[in-house]
T-cell receptor, first 115, second 111 residues
Framework: QKEVEQNSGPLSVPEGAIASLNCTYS??????FFWYRQYSGKSPELIMS????GDKEDGRFTAQLNKASQYVSLLIRDSQPSDSATYLC???????????????FGQGTILTVHP | DADVTQTPRNRITKTGKRIMLECSQT?????MYWYRQDPGLGLRLIYY???????NKGEISDGYSVSRQAQAKFSLSLESAIPNQTALYFC??????????FGSGTRLTVV
């Protein structure tokens, strides 16, 4: 089992709608999670980080962390065609019993926002 | 100039050849990483280094080696390239948070 999993297939939403992206993780003690956006042919860029249970909002983006259920989500309000990209969820990568400073990534979810 | 520079951007090589991918950064970060990206598999960690004297294997280090020549430089080598090493390779740096900055990537094709 991957430490961080994104099992949903491609997501298509109309412009102006809310896009909801989800991610689950296997290590109950993981503390911090990140959402990266990757445009086609480009490198990933960090858009949100979340370290505590609950919601964190930044403009049109809201990250949610639910430690009891071990999932992380990203909501994009008022979706725009420019939001069309692959979204990668990332969490701590454990090796040798420590996860300090390294990330493991989910498979990614392709989001398409159509006009 | 980009904060994290990878060279080359694209490379086609033959099976069995040795190839080196280079990464340099101007962020001043101690931590550097090499990942590969394959369709449907996300990013997988190959090697990481938390300082010049610290090198560690990641999830998929077999067939790869690295060298940390200086704080700013971290190279990835494929000693004898094979076709299933065809992928997009990313170098990244981070502070302790860890907030990553990625390079532009190297698209490697092994024929």
């Amino acid at each position: 089992q991957k430490e961080v999993e994104q099992n949903s297939g491609p997501l298509s939403v109309p412009e102006g709608a809310i896009a909801s992206l989800n991610c689950t993780y296997s290590d109950r003690v993981s503390q911090s999670f990140f959402w990266y956006r990757q445009y086609s042919g480009k490198s990933p860029e960090l858009i949100m980080s979340i370290y505590s249970n609950g919601d964190k909002e930044d403009g049109r983006f809201t990250a949610q962390l639910n430690k009891a259920s071990q999932y992380v989500s990203l909501l994009i309000r008022d979706s725009q065609p420019s939001d069309s990209a692959t979204y990668l969820c990332a969490g701590p990568y454990k090796s040798g019993g420590t996860s300090y400073g390294k990330l493991t990534f989910g498979q990614g979810t392709i989001l398409t926002v159509h006009p | 100039d980009a904060d994290v520079t990878q060279t080359p951007r694209n490379r086609i090589t033959k099976t069995g050849k040795r190839i080196m991918l280079e990464c340099s950064q101007t962020k001043g970060h101690d931590r550097m990483y090499w990942y590969r990206q394959d369709p449907g598999l996300g990013l997988r960690l190959i090697y990481y280094s938390f300082d010049v004297k610290d090198i560690n294997k990641g999830e998929i280090s077999d067939g790869y080696s690295v060298s940390r020549q200086a704080q700013a430089k971290f190279s990835l080598s494929l000693e004898s390239a094979i076709p299933n090493q065809t992928a997009l390779y990313f170098c990244a740096t981070s502070d302790p948070s860890p907030s990553y900055t990625f390079g532009s990537g190297t698209r490697l094709t092994v024929v």
